[in-house]
């Protein structure tokens, strides 16, 4: 009798849990009739501190609900499928809202590469900085399979310096531009490598990117494990649930794009803020799951999410951009500046170095925390 009447509780307690869906979903029904009216006239302070925290707070909670579905399809498949069913989920957030804002006004030409750059520098410098240095207090030295960390970058840095790099030396096209050959055989090249890659981490030499048998023990001496056994339900009402929390997110993203806008044209702002508050907004949660990860002296879970999304916004936000220029007409702006040219190849210079070596410590965690403080202070004085 008893047993019966506590059945409900699971369930009740897994709805309560979802109180961000209820919210994200009220909020894209009402901006749907409403949001052209609300958003028409941003002058006023208030109304546009308003809308702006409103839309962001709400796309923030839905970011978050979505990576910990994600995490959640993570633990229960193991690595490395779960990992990139985490990092998936989070460029997909990011190619939304990248193609939300380039519909939603003039001056975001260079938006892609903004936010490509942002996540490159947040996650490579941001990121693997705190990742080492958080880890490298607790537990002095961690280690990694240094095989998996290498297949990343050997993909990362030929994509990074084509997409945001050559462009600025090609003359087939104005500016740092490149014309519709360059810009297709780019497409094919990114989608290429990045299958190419997904087959590598996922089929043939899965055992590159899970931690190293020897150090398969915990600080206390239990056996740390990749992952759990999981029914097909358990993973199917993960996925529903984490599709059903991307749906309101195409539209919140495209009503952020108006006074993200309005915003940067008003306080004349540099045009890299945009790309940055985009990355920031996306990659918030999943940055929080590297470190969780890392003070769980699992640093190859932080290496797999961290690489990965680096890899995954390059390998699929170029195609996806570029195919939005062809398909709206407008100008898609990829080769970096001089001076972000260069933080951009510091960075892959001294991220092939930190990750050299299978063993991590604080140094290297401090260093990269410096890069990128550099390049905040570029972003607004260069």
Do not use: C
């Amino acid at each position: 009798m008893n047993s019966t009447a506590d059945q409900p509780k699971p369930i009740v307690s897994r709805l309560a849990r979802e109180w961000p869906l209820a919210v994200s979903v009220a909020t894209a029904l009402l901006f749907l009739p409403f949001g052209a009216r609300w958003l028409a006239d941003l002058s006023h302070p208030g109304w546009f501190a308003f809308m702006l925290l409103w839309l962001f707070t709400v796309i923030l909670l839905s970011a978050f609900a979505v990576v910990r579905h994600a995490e959640a399809i993570a633990e229960q498949l193991g690595e490395p499928l779960g990992t990139l069913a985490l990092t998936l989920s989070v460029t997909g957030i990011e190619v939304m809202m990248i193609a939300a804002v380039m519909h939603g006004g003039k001056g975001s030409s260079t938006l892609a590469r903004d936010a490509m750059f942002a996540v490159v520098m947040i996650v490579l410098n941001g990121m693997v900085g705190l990742t080492l240095l958080l880890g490298g207090l607790r537990y002095h030295e961690q280690t990694y399979n240094l095989q998996g960390a290498n297949a990343f970058f050997a993909v990362i840095v030929p994509l990074a310096v084509f997409g945001m790099v050559l462009p600025n030396f090609t003359v087939s096209s104005p500016g740092p531009t490149l014309s519709p050959l360059q810009a297709i055989f780019l497409i094919v090249m990114s989608i290429g490598l990045y299958g190419v890659f997904l087959a590598i981490q996922n089929v043939r030499h899965r055992d590159y990117f899970v931690i190293p048998e020897r150090e398969r023990m915990s600080p206390d001496g239990r056996e740390i494990h990749g992952g759990s056994a999981a029914s097909a339900r358990t993973v199917g009402s993960s996925i529903a649930l984490l599709l059903v929390y991307l749906l309101p997110l195409v539209v919140l993203s495209k009503q952020l794009a108006i006074p993200i806008n309005y915003g940067m044209h008003e306080l004349r702002a540099p045009a890299a803020l945009g790309g940055l508050l985009v990355a920031i907004l996306v990659l918030s949660p999943e940055s929080l799951g590297a470190a969780r990860a890392a003070l769980a002296n699992q640093l190859q879970r932080s290496v797999n999410i961290l690489l990965g999304s680096v890899l995954a916004t390059i390998s699929l936000t170029i195609p996806a951009v570029l195919l939005i220029g062809f398909l709206t007409g407008q100008t898609v702006v990829l080769g970096l500046n001089a001076a972000d040219m260069t933080i951009l190849l510091l960075t892959l210079g001294l991220s092939t170095l930190t990750f050299a070596s299978a063993r991590t410590n604080v140094l290297l965690g401090a260093v990269h925390l410096l890069i990128f403080l550099a390049y905040v202070m570029l972003i607004f004085e260069k």
